[in-house]
């Protein structure tokens, strides 16, 4: 088969063919997609009308899990902690760290962090693009892989639908270098199709009984060619072929199932309740257009058949067998309240979405004790969830993001510090210059100032520094030159434990008030410093240089440190991840 007929052959496959995970459970992707696109905006797939022309109402239970499983993971650019690795240096770090989310905020990290939370409850997995270190969201309904994979790393083939008109199919050709650019639009100017389509596929392909992972480009346009009543297929335009590496995808998943690449989402996983949910919901819409009818009954033939039009108001109407009313009151209303809520109490249970974590108001009567535990249970589950995807997100930091960071800022370029940091970094230049000032003193008059004139250099060199409400500093080139190597990413969720912070805050405080040598001796600074990193500090961000410098020398070493004392009652939902 041509190249053509080998991605016609996957996507058909793809789109037609179910695998099987287990006896008795099929399962295809594409079908799966569709429907939780139509489930999360309310749609039928047989439409809105049903048979007798009525409404056909959708009692949407699929968005609040959602907006719930993406409020319970989410966290964004600020929760990306920055630490020192073994044998780094936390100076450097602190400058990488200010320096990386500026660029960060720059190119709208944060907006894909939001993306990826919102769409990974909703479809179950996320898949982005990387093109020249920038991640590019995929569209899963255009994107055809082997159901079966564990991960796109193990896909035999990976393929990427792509619908250009003319001008933009154009653009993007001449700034990639394609072939066969004005025959592709020739072809399919004259065909009745309203997009030009390009596949785009990674796999291996064969060429004289080897194999190469390639990158394909191929055009689907074109006409059969018939010749002596012989047709031959089309096969298209060969766009661009080279071989390449891997694949530029990355993938996230919320859950997953064992045999097949689509993670399960909120949507999925409530498919029966929606359904059933819906089927009450018409039958007691159904229902009321009965309830609200008006109809009498009587025996005599000579009443008229519609009092509405038949009759007047105030007539006094004699007949022969009495006229009584049909009794049209719906006797079910009740079950259909409890089926309802029985449905949507196995919504919450598949989806972990209670009461407690949607923001209402628990029963009159729940002890705070238990609902200490059930939002400590609930946050505990979407915890392991968030820790997943956190790793693939350092992953997508460590191989993406810092890379394309380190091309941008390889060469020397302008730190702008302002606000708190602008403090911590004039604490530093006082730190640095005071020493320059002291060396320079010693060494014109040969001995050392007395503690008036270093107090007043000092000073000099504070009222200096401190000048101005910001300070453009220079970051030399290669300055981030093998910093992965150098940092630890952590990442910590939107509910980060404060009481623990305050706690190692004040831990810190105490024990160098016990201690001053903590700040000096080499062991003792090193130990101290991986403490302060451990709980989530920053030593560069609340002990200045300057600081160090300054300690008392204590009369006597060493001293107990109190242990911080924390409510009886931890407050659920603020545990941390860190990886």
Partial sequence: ????????????????????????????????????YLYYNSKYQSGDIDNQGDKKYFDNISRNP????????????????????????????????RDLKFWMKD???????????????????????????????VDLRNFVVEQSADSLDKSGYIIEIHNYTPMEFRKIGKDKGWKNIEKVIKEFRAMDVPYIRVYERYG????????????????????????????????????????????????????????????????EIIFDPQIRVNEISNQQAKSSYW?????????????????????????????????????????NLAYYSQEIQRWMQNRDELTFSYDINRGERLPAGTPLGSAQLAAGMVSSYFDQIRENIAMDVKELLYNVIIPGFKSQNNTEHI?????????????????????ERLFSYVKEHLKFPSNEEYELLKFVVKEKANSGNEKMVSIPAKFYENVKYKIDIVITGEAVDTRVRAANTMMAMQAIQSDPTILQDPAKKKLFFSFLEQGGLNPYDIISTEDMNNVLEPKMGGGGISKPTLPNNPIAGTQQTQL
Wanted: charged share 30%; with cysteine; hydrophobic share 35%.
């Fill in 107 to 137: 190119q709208g990290f944060g907006k894909i962090l939001n993306r990826i939370f919102h769409e990974l409850p909703i479809y179950g997995s996320v898949s982005l693009k990387v093109i020249d270190n920038v991640p590019h969201f």
């Fill in 291 to 331: 309830s609200t009818l008006r109809l009498w009954q009587t025996r005599d033939e000579g009443l008229g058949s519609n009092l509405l039009t038949d009759v007047d108001n105030g007539d006094v109407l004699i007949v022969e067998d009495p006229l009584t009313q049909v009794d049209m009151a719906d006797r």
């Fill in 204 to 267: 291996e392909v064969e060429e004289g009984g080897s194999y190469a992972y390639k990158r394909t480009l191929l055009a689907d346009v074109g006409k059969d060619i018939i010749e002596h009543d012989v047709v031959t297929p089309y096969q298209g335009y060969l766009l661009e072929e080279k071989e390449v590496k891997s694949h530029p995808y990355r993938e996230f998943h919320w859950e997953k199932i064992p045999g097949r690449w689509l993670g399960v989402g909120r949507v």
């Fill in 66 to 97: 959602c907006n719930v499983a993406t409020k319970a993971v989410d966290f964004d650019t600020a929760n990306v902690k920055i630490q020192t690795a073994g044998g780094g240096d936390p100076l450097r770090t602190w400058f990488f760290e």
């Fill in 415 to 435: 730190l702008r510090i302002a606000g708190e940091d602008l403090d911590k970094l004039n604490a530093l230049i006082v730190s640095q210059k005071t020493k």
């Fill in 1 to 36: 088969m041509n190249t053509l007929d080998v991605i016609r052959k996957e996507i058909n496959d793809f789109n037609d063919k179910s695998i099987k995970i287990v006896d008795g459970f099929e399962f295809n992707q594409r079908d799966t997609i569709n429907n939780i």
